[in-house]
């Protein structure tokens, strides 16, 4: 997944959200300072998952 890229999210009601990603970066698998952001009330949301050495971890955040 890229900036720009889209991510659907459907809701338990069936409404599906369109999510783009806005950042990307990697950071240390210890590193858990972007759940703590200020988002100014406005929905988003953060997708983590290590790389492939694991010696690193991906962050995406995208909002609708």
Known sequence: LQIGDNIYITTLDG??????????FT????????YRRDTNGKPEITLSCCSDDENSRIILLARP
Do not use: A, G, L, M
């Open 27 to 34: 950071t240390t698998p210890e590193d858990v300072s972007f």
């Open 15 to 24: 409404k599906t959200v369109i999510y783009t990603i806005y950042s990307k």
